[in-house]
């Protein structure tokens, strides 16, 4: 069950990146008439929480269905076991941050490219460390610490990169802006923090309860539907700058665009219905990985469908090849590696290890001689006294 949980983690991570960077390239018309890319970060955000809200329906209904049999089914299902007593109002502020960090990233991806918004996402492990240490007291050692100089060079690296290939790479650019890109990248950073503090809240408030994870990913949709619906409305007539008003009236999210752009192009609806799936699965499994692991790992995971979201852009031709792209890839996966399993300190106690053998094996062939001349091997056990 694990391993299918892991799977549909990043099969569904995956396709919420590719789909909304599809939409993002999607040109439809708006309300004056003209041409413009689908940059809606707000209207996405209250899509993926109405997915998470489909989660506490499903739950309902299969709670009500076990019950009805009266054999105790409901107890010791997987979606619907645990304690039913508990406060749904917790879940209001990992809600908050999740919505906040989520219209972030949606603006960044849309501004960006697709695999640098995915590796630039795996800073969030520096935050995590942060918010882990103040949550449950925990000690960074040494390593830590390395580790995280590592991955903020990875991501330094990338940034500066990006900076640089925006010249001739402009397949799933928006705006070929260096401000624009360097304010994405900015943002998803931004979010990177929001997102660290919201995973290692749930990670203490779920594991101090035994909350059915269907019920809390539900309320959580809940709670983000009603807050992001409070963000809609001062977005909708809040005024904006390039790049970030892309819509017929200037604003920084034109709900009133939303339906003249969905009836000219379909395609949008397509993507943006995949998404609404995907979304409820991964927000699901997402919290099973935190509950029954660790944020961090979860942060480990989620840098395996970077291999993935870098594979596709170059099959869907969106983005070129880049070489130092690759090579800021590498830094920042040893940097990942290096902080949740220590490889470089791990690497560094082997060779410690070998070499004391080898001297050892010297030593055995290092006979020493007593009273009456005969041999005597100086690795041989201390007598007992």
Partial sequence: MNHILVFLFLLSGTANVLLIKWANTQQAECNDGKLRYFQHP??????????????????????????RRGDGSEIVNFFTNGDQDFRPSKMIYPAFLHGTASILLFTGLYLTYASSFQMIRSSCIIFVAFASGIQFNTTLAVRHWCAMFQIASGVLYIIINDLQRIRYDQNSLSHIDFNAVLSAELMIICA????????????????????????????RGIFGLLTTALWAVGMNYQSAIIPFNDNSRGVFDDFMDISKQLQSNHWIIVAISIFFITAAVHGYTSLCITKFSSSSNLIHGDGVRTYA?????????WEQFNFISFFCFIILQIGILSYRRAILMEWYRKVLLRLQRNRYNNMSDDNTRDLDGNAV????????I
Avoid at 48 to 65: D, Q, S
Avoid at 309 to 317: A, D, I, P
């Fill in 42 to 67: 707000v209207f996405l955000t209250m899509i993926m929480f109405a997915g998470e809200l489909v989660c506490y329906m499903i739950y309902k209904c299969t709670y009500c269905v076990l019950r």
């Fill in 192 to 219: 990177g923090a929001f997102e660290g503090i919201r995973m290692v809240y749930e990670e203490k408030y779920i594991k101090a309860i035994n909350i059915p994870l269907m019920q809390a990913i539900g309320w």
């Fill in 309 to 317: 979201v870098s594979v596709m852009v170059l099959l869907l031709q």
């Fill in 377 to 384: 091997p100086t690795n041989h056990q201390a007598d007992v």
